[in-house]
């Protein structure tokens, strides 16, 4: 095998549609074995590392979650030896660019159910010791100057060096992890918590939103807790604890049966568990509650995993009113995706 191998990881399930944004972004010559099938990949780019990191960067793949490149790529028994092993050779080649006295953070996975292969947590402390104590560089977790990823497989283990932005995501193999808070009324919360970093927005700076299929209410505890007045809308019941909210308004209804004034809003959120095409019409009948340059986050069910299709449609039938700003599948989406819009 010749040419630069890399890493790629998207939601279990959904690799495929990645793989398709590769080849769309690196050209149709770029090849691809699996790590972890569904979900891991390794990739082979016609381009060079810049011009792979460039390529990506350019337009950020919706459904590819995390990326590295192989730097080093060695077959082994799958034993920690050849594992720090590896890693220190790596090290000792880079070592004068990635500079004494850096962070760095180690990311080590494997796939699901590989009970021989060593445990990535206490692999990662052996690591973190010896880059602290042999390499002179500063172990941390997060926001790092350098990553370290290592994707092991029965045979096969990959590691690389890079900058956190060049991964798209600088959390391992991009799995957002959020703590879950006591009295957390629903896992749903997360979903909009990574919305709010994957599209760079924050919260804080809205004043009034607009929930459709708000139940049981973990993106309506968020809008609250960011200090929004939130009108959530469902005819299923919100979380009894939310209900004497000051600035909550619950509606018990359906999205066609509530109307606002004009402009009400400047955030409307979606997360109805629709048909897209549906969901779409639903919210282009309340377009006219969002101001003119207002925000928009809505989750879409990926139908029959004809994915493409279904955000192309969603964007097409809400052009009337919204201009898509990205599309993502967030960590925490299942068979669905988010889009960020803003009114026109
Ligand atoms: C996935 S749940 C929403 C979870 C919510 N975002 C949270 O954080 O807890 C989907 C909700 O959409 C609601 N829904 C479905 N059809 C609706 C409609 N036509 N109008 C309003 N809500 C609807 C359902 O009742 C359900 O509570």
């Known amino acids: 095998m010749s040419g630069r191998v890399w890493v790629g990881t998207s939601n279990r399930g959904f690799a495929q549609q990645a793989q398709e944004e590769l080849k769309r972004l690196l050209g149709p010559a770029v090849r691809f074995g699996w790590l972890a099938p569904g979900e891991t990949f390794w990739f082979q780019s016609p381009l060079n590392r810049e011009e792979t990191i460039a390529a990506i960067q350019r337009q950020e793949p919706i459904f590819l979650r995390h990326l590295f490149p192989a730097d080093a790529e060695k077959e082994w028994t799958g034993t920690s030896e050849e594992a720090i092993g590896a890693v220190c050779g790596l090290i000792e080649q880079e070592r004068a660019a990635l500079g004494l006295g850096s962070s760095i953070a180690v990311q080590i996975r494997k796939p699901e159910g590989e009970s021989q292969l060593p445990a990535p947590s206490s692999l990662k402390a052996e690591l973190d010791v010896l880059l602290e104590q042999e390499y002179g560089l500063r172990p941390v977790v997060r926001e790092s100057d350098w990553i370290l990823s290592v994707y092991m497989t029965r045979g096969r283990l990959y590691a690389g060096i890079t900058r956190p932005e060049q ?18 009324v629903s896992r749903a919360k997360f979903k909009l918590l990574e919305a709010e970093l994957a599209f760079g927005l924050d919260f804080h700076s809205y004043r009034q939103a607009l929930d459709i299929g708000a139940a049981p209410g973990g993106w309506t505890s968020l809008l609250l807790e960011r200090g929004l007045a939130v009108t959530a809308v469902d005819p299923a019941k919100l979380d009894p604890s939310l209900l004497g909210h000051p600035r909550l308004t619950y509606l018990a209804k359906k999205a066609d049966e509530v109307k606002f004034e004009p402009g009400k809003f400047d955030l409307l959120v979606c997360d109805m568990s629709w048909s897209h095409r549906q969901m779409a019409k639903l919210v282009l009948q309340l377009a006219e509650a969002l101001q003119s340059g207002g925000t928009a986050i809505i989750t879409v069910k990926l139908m029959h995993k004809k994915a493409f299709q279904s955000i192309r449609e969603v964007e097409e039938d809400l052009s009337g009113a919204f201009t898509l700003q990205k599309a993502k599948q967030l960590f925490h989406n299942r068979d669905e995706l988010t889009l960020f819009f803003l009114k026109s």
Do not use: L, Y
């Open 167 to 184: 991964n798209i995501s600088d959390w391992s193999g991009g799995a957002v992890r959020f703590r879950k808070e006591e009295g957390q």
